[in-house]
């Protein structure tokens, strides 16, 4: 009875486990319509809204794969944005580089939110503010906190970090903000190293109470044929390939990483890929100075004291004092401003002539 029986039950049986797996198909069709309707709203966003300038290159490749249609395609959390701004009758570089929290389609939401409501930023002080009175200390403050009004109602569930960047585009001066973000990269000569900013704030989305106090910006500048090196934690979370599944902990091997690259992001994503398996979504954004620059104040003081160091002259001397009191008189605020003019008065306190001291 069993073996008269046997054949209809296997072809029962076969049926059954058809339609478990069309069934199985059909959900998985659904989802990855919604991943590519998903990636087709994300991808717009981001992006070098200024392309003509030429001097911006972007590269995203988010962890989740996928194909819907014989499409291929991705999703995640990571994005990239560069533009223009004018502020205070100067043109600034605008870069953003944003790593929303939580991969495939959490990660998604959050990067088309960070997005959105900075690129709707960017478009009003295009088109409606006046900003010939705007610095572009007020305006970062301003973004930052429109952020995180945005992200705070999330209560926590969606959060993410980013560094924003303003570049003059004419003097190369440069203000960072950090927001719990790896740090950015100066290459320079081909010689790379951190851009090491102090970092008060956490990711935007998190409960904790934001006060002033804690919004800060670090200022550098970029001097003519410098990369600015943007990129998101998946530069270094990376499962090494030498051993059995170690993470990756050393984060200066991004630095060796650039180098070997030149600042190309096609050859700094396979630098990195030769070290292990990317366990997360990677962006990469770089920023290329080309525009030529008469030598800042502060730099022309820069060389008068190194050579000052090595031979004390009157010439010398004198010369480090006139520009020194040109950068008293402009108001110079900057920390390394202020420690050259400390430096010069101060050689000129030893100087066997008193009277330069008081010039």
């Given at each position: ?313 009157l010439s010398a001397l004198k010369g480090a004092l006139e520009k020194a009191g ?34």
């Amino acid at each position: 009875e069993l073996n008269r029986d046997l054949d209809q039950k296997v072809r029962e049986r076969t049926s059954e486990l058809q339609k478990s797996m069309e069934s199985v198909r059909a959900l998985k069709d659904q989802q990855d319509g919604d991943y590519y309707l998903t990636s087709l709203i994300l991808g717009p966003i981001g992006g070098d809204l200024a392309r003509s300038r030429r001097d911006v290159s972007i590269l995203v490749e988010q962890k989740k794969k996928f194909e819907f249609r014989n499409r291929e395609s991705e999703i995640g959390g990571d994005i990239c944005i560069a533009d223009q701004l004018e502020l205070g009758g100067k043109r600034y570089r605008v870069l953003l580089n944003g790593d929303a929290m939580g991969k495939s389609v959490q990660g998604a939401g959050g990067a088309m939110v960070l997005g959105t409501v900075f690129r709707s930023a960017l478009a009003r002080t295009q088109l409606f503010e006046n900003t010939s009175n705007t610095t572009p200390e007020h305006w970062m403050h301003q973004v930052y906190v429109e952020l995180e009004t945005v992200f705070r109602p999330f209560d926590g569930s969606m959060m993410a970090s980013f560094i924003l960047a303003l570049v003059e585009e004419k003097t190369g001066f440069a203000y960072i903000l950090n927001v719990e973000h790896p740090w950015a990269v100066l290459l320079r000569e081909g010689e790379a190293r951190f851009i090491e900013t102090e970092c008060n704030l956490r990711k935007i989305g998190v409960t904790a109470e934001f006060t002033d106090l804690d919004f800060r910006l670090d200022t550098f500048r970029l001097h003519f044929g410098d990369q600015l090196i943007l990129g998101s934690d998946g530069r270094d979370d990376v499962w090494l390939s030498d051993q059995d599944r170690v993470m990756n902990d050393d984060h200066t091997r991004f630095l060796y990483h650039c180098e070997a690259s030149g600042g190309d992001l096609e050859s700094l994503r396979q630098e990195i890929k030769k070290t292990g398996e990317i366990s997360d979504d990677l962006s990469l954004l770089t920023f290329q100075f080309n525009e030529e620059m008469t030598i800042p104040v502060e730099d022309d003081l820069y060389q008068r004291l190194k050579e000052l160091e090595s031979a004390i002259s009157l010439s010398a001397l004198k010369g480090a004092l006139e520009k020194a009191g040109s950068l008293t008189e402009g108001g110079a605020e900057q920390e390394e401003s202020l420690y050259r003019i400390a430096a010069t008065y101060h050689l000129a306190s030893v100087h066997d002539d008193p009277g330069y001291a008081t010039m």
